[in-house]
C-alpha cells in the first residue's frame, strides 16, 4: 500500500513563502507524474502544478512565476515552493501521483495566507 505524506503548510503572510513536500511511501515503483491540487472552501478542485518523471513541469497560470515545483523520481517524493502567497491561495493543498497501476492522493495540508 502506498501512502502519500505531506508536510510543510501553515500560516503566512501575504508575500510570504511556504514550501510543500510530499513523499510517497511504500512503493518500489517509480511515480509517472506527481502533481499539486488545491481546493479552497466552496470552490472545485484544481490543479496547481505538475512534474514527470523526466523532471518536465507544468504550471496553472495563477502561479507562473510564483511557484516552483521540483521532484526526485527516485526517492518518490516532489516539493512545491511557494514565493509572493496571496490571500486567494487559501486553500488545502492535495499531493497526487500517478504510478504505473495505480493513483494515489495525499490527506491534504492547509495553507493559509493572512495577514
Known amino acids: 500500500q502506498v501512502h502519500l505524506v505531506e508536510s510543510g503548510g501553515g500560516l503566512v503572510q501575504p508575500g510570504g513563502s511556504l514550501r510543500l513536500s510530499c513523499a510517497a511511501s511504500g512503493s518500489i515503483l517509480r511515480f509517472n507524474f506527481m502533481r499539486w491540487y488545491r481546493q479552497a472552501p466552496g470552490k472545485e478542485r484544481e490543479l496547481v502544478a505538475g512534474?514527470?518523471?523526466?523532471?518536465?513541469?507544468q504550471y496553472s497560470d495563477f502561479v507562473k512565476g510564483r511557484f516552483t515545483i521540483s521532484g526526485d523520481n527516485a526517492k518518490n517524493s516532489v516539493s512545491l515552493q511557494m514565493n509572493s502567497l496571496k490571500p486567494e491561495d487559501t486553500a488545502v493543498y492535495y499531493c497526487?501521483?500517478?504510478?504505473?497501476?495505480?493513483?494515489?492522493w495525499g490527506q491534504g495540508i492547509q495553507v493559509t495566507v493572512s495577514s
Open positions: 512534474i514527470s518523471s523526466v523532471y518536465n513541469t
Open positions: 497526487f501521483a500517478a504510478f504505473p497501476k495505480m493513483n494515489y
